[in-house]
């Protein structure tokens, strides 16, 4: 079992539409929650992390936590054309040694069609 | 704020030499992670440094190596070069560790021939 899954796209959605990007992880130990942009050509930015179960909103953004179901998702509201763009979902592990590494899924690819 | 900061940004070697590349932190941030990203597999961590100790490696074998010096900047060293290691190398800082916000520098495009 991948530790991080996300869906490989491409995601397509229409301007002024909900991008919803998903993600799941395989150690139920996880603690903290990452979700990065990166454009084609860039280095991965981050956008939003999450370390409680529930919703946490910035702006366009929210990401949704539920430990309980491994299961870590974010929404992108009134997408633009400018949120066309790779998402990462990583995830912190618990327990030993793996406090100290970050696994990425392989991310979805986000197309905002104006 | 300086961000992270790489050098070099490309290079192209050829299978059996060595490379090492340099990673310049956020002022005032301890901990320097590395990871490779291929289109196959994505990003990929390779190791993490805090106050000078390795305190993770990814599964990576034992050509790749790093270290970090009491400023905090690291380097990372791959020895006897294969062509799947051409990949781009990303180096981010955090204030603590991975379980914090992570801000990643540009990269390294490096290119095995």
């Known amino acids: 079992q991948k530790e991080v899954e996300q869906n490989s796209g491409p995601l397509s959605v229409p301007e002024g539409a909900i991008a919803s990007l998903n993600c799941t992880y395989s150690?139920?130990?996880?603690?903290?929650f990452f979700w990065y942009r990166q454009y084609s050509g860039k280095s991965p930015e981050l956008i939003m992390f999450?370390?409680?179960?529930g919703d946490k909103e910035d702006g366009r953004f929210t990401a949704q936590l539920n430990k309980a179901s491994q299961y870590v998702s974010l929404l992108i509201r009134d997408s633009q054309p400018s949120d066309s763009a790779t998402y990462l979902c990583?995830?912190?592990?618990?327990?030993?040694?793996?406090?100290?590494?970050?696994?990425f899924g392989k991310g979805t690819l986000l197309t905002v069609n104006p | 704020k300086a961000g992270v900061t790489q050098t070099p940004r490309y290079l192209i070697k050829t299978r059996g030499q060595q490379v090492t590349l340099s990673c310049s932190p956020i002022s005032g941030h301890r901990s320097v992670s590395w990871y490779q990203q291929t289109p196959g597999q994505g990003l990929q961590f390779l190791f993490e440094y805090f106050s000078e100790t390795q305190r993770n490696k990814g599964n990576f074998p034992g050509r790749f190596s790093g270290r970090q010096f009491s400023n905090s900047r690291s380097e990372m060293n791959v020895s006897t070069l294969e062509l799947g290691d051409s990949a781009l190398y990303l180096c981010?800082?955090?204030?603590?560790?991975?379980?914090?916000?992570?801000?990643f520098g540009p990269g390294t495009r490096l290119t095995v021939l």
């Open positions: 999450i370390y409680s179960n």
């Open positions: 990583a995830v912190n592990g618990n327990s030993g040694g793996s406090n100290y590494k970050l696994t």
């Open positions: 981010a800082s955090s204030l603590t560790g991975v379980y914090n916000e992570q801000f």
């Open positions: 150690d139920r130990g996880s603690q903290s």
